[in-house]
């Protein structure tokens, strides 16, 4: 989601405002998305390439990660659960810190009995990585390449074809994100930062799926 400096910027506030803001515009987004019936909500909290960002902004970044995975309690109320693509914890370069992971884990665990709303975040994510990945499972096994053999080796293979993206703040760039996975989606571009964001703007977006343009 992007936006979170700019929206801060415009307000006189630090950068990291505006991470907190939008953290707390992703709880009511999903709150949102729960109450529509939408299926899958995945979300791109911080990829592969944000690591070089100065080190006090990716900090506040990760401790915004773990109060997101933390927000349990709201997710079982409203019948969500987590889950989580990126870079394996175990796979050479590879970043998520450890408490992350803990968080990231406890989070899944948690949520795991709910069957509505499945809210996936993006950590440690970048599409090609994924793609190349998925490409030498694919090579090591004794199958032919095809389109499901790559689907089934994706970071998490459950997370459907995508119906639509969003991207805020004006961008209209597609930065690196479930490249596979976005093959048929809509695209909706909004010129609102992500901490603007809101429910009637994610109607947008949902009625985009179903229209003809
Ligand atoms: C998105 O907001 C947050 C992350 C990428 C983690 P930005 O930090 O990209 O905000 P802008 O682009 O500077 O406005
Ligand atoms: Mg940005």
Same mark, same amino acid.
């Given at each position: 989601? $992007?936006?979170?400096?700019?929206?801060?910027?415009?307000?006189?506030?630090?950068?990291?405002?505006?991470?907190? @803001?939008?953290?707390?515009?992703?709880?009511? &987004?999903?709150? @949102? *998305?729960?109450?529509?019936?939408?299926?899958? %909500?995945?979300?791109?909290?911080?990829?592969?390439?944000?690591?070089?960002?100065?080190?006090?902004?990716?900090?506040?970044?990760? /401790? +915004?990660?773990?109060?997101?995975?933390?927000?349990?309690?709201? %997710?079982? $109320?409203?019948? *969500?659960?987590?889950?989580? &693509?990126?870079?394996?914890?175990?796979?050479?370069?590879?970043?998520?810190?450890?408490?992350?992971?803990?968080?990231?884990?406890?989070?899944?665990? $948690?949520?795991?009995?709910? /069957?509505? %709303?499945?809210?996936?975040?993006?950590?440690? #994510?970048? /599409?090609? *990585?994924e793609?190349?990945?998925?490409?030498? &499972?694919?090579?090591?096994? @004794?199958?032919?390449?095809?389109?499901? %053999?790559?689907?089934?080796?994706? #970071?998490?293979p459950s997370?459907?074809?995508?119906?639509?993206?969003?991207?805020?703040?004006?961008?209209?760039?597609? /930065?690196?994100?479930? +490249?596979?996975?976005?093959?048929?989606?809509?695209? #909706?571009?909004?010129e609102?930062?992500?901490?603007?964001?809101? *429910?009637?703007?994610?109607?947008?977006?949902?009625?985009?799926?179903?229209?003809?343009?």
């Amino acid at each position: 989601m $992007d936006g979170n400096g700019r929206w801060a910027r415009r307000r006189g506030l630090p950068r990291t405002d505006g991470h907190t @803001a939008g953290e707390e515009t992703l709880a009511t &987004i999903v709150r @949102a *998305a729960a109450e529509r019936n939408v299926g899958w %909500l995945t979300v791109f909290g911080f990829s592969t390439e944000n690591w070089v960002r100065p080190r006090t902004e990716v900090r506040h970044i990760l /401790s +915004l990660h773990k109060k997101l995975f933390g927000r349990i309690t709201e %997710l079982n $109320d409203k019948n *969500a659960s987590i889950r989580w &693509i990126g870079r394996p914890f175990d796979e050479p370069g590879a970043l998520t810190p450890v408490f992350i992971q803990k968080a990231i884990k406890k989070a899944i665990a $948690d949520t795991a009995g709910n /069957s509505g %709303l499945v809210v996936t975040v993006a950590f440690d #994510y970048g /599409s090609r *990585a994924e793609l190349v990945r998925a490409s030498q &499972i694919a090579l090591r096994s @004794a199958e032919a390449i095809t389109p499901d %053999l790559l689907s089934a080796n994706m #970071y998490d293979p459950s997370v459907p074809p995508v119906d639509v993206v969003v991207r805020t703040s004006g961008e209209a760039r597609i /930065s690196n994100f479930l +490249l596979w996975q976005i093959a048929g989606a809509k695209v #909706y571009f909004t010129e609102r930062t992500w901490p603007d964001f809101n *429910a009637s703007e994610l109607d947008a977006a949902i009625a985009l799926v179903n229209s003809n343009i």
